[in-house]
């Protein structure tokens, strides 16, 4: 059987929180579950949002929890040539156009642009999107929610925005493929963009992976912990060890014989000994601070 590759891919737009604690716990123990590599990818590329200064914290942070990922971490904004270079061979291959309408008028207007077949042009800020194949699956097997029905109801996606920001799936799909990545375990959160990200790889040639999302930890009902709604820094709130436990516990993993004395790392390799996939539960929790 092929090796499993993982990996866990966060945003550097602030500290961790407890949602990506999580995400980086659950894509670790699925892949070490699994005899498998798990890799650490720094998704940078929206320089709006993302710092460096956070892409060192994280890793950090990340060590202080105990995890040692395989390899170097890959750090999506040393490589943004790789990403031009993909959306250029798919508007080549007619997979993809350039577009000059604002996002306003795309909200509202029709956008012509495919049939005028715009040229890129270092003094126009065209955008790069995808066509959005007519026949495409609206459906996957995700690993621990089952089927997932999730039409995808746009016809062009952005690859390039305007101010020449990377799309976060252009990247995360081109370096799935390129890293070898068989599965990708993430926060469900991200459930419905995979059917999308779905017709990237079928655009790109490339065999579709598996999935397997995490339920969601909220703040509230309505809002999911994110960097952007400003969820606390997940090492404000409490020790490693104690918030690793947490989040076990929050994976609906057997937590009895772990306790907040212990260092991260023994908890992990005990957790690690004993992780089900199966008691992974779905949908969103609470979480109180
Ligand atoms: N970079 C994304 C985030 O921090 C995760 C993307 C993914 O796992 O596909 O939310």
Redesign the pocket.
Known sequence: MAEYIGRF???PSGRLHFG?LV?ALGSYAVAKHKNGKILLRI?DLDFFRCKKEYTSIILKELDEFGFVFDGEPYIQSEHTDVYYRVAKKLVEEDKAFYCNCTRSHLKTGVCHCREKRLKENAQDNLALRFIIPSNHQNSFEDEVYGVISSPVTVDALTLIRRDKVIS?NLA?VVDDIHQGVTQ?V??SD?IDITTTQMCLYNALDTECISYLHLPLAMADETYKLSKQNRSPAVLDQGPPSQMLIKALAFLNQDISGLNPQMTPKVILNKALDIFEIKKIPVGKKVIEA
């Open positions: 891919a966060p945003s990506s995400a998704e976060y995360c990708v993430r926060g991200l």
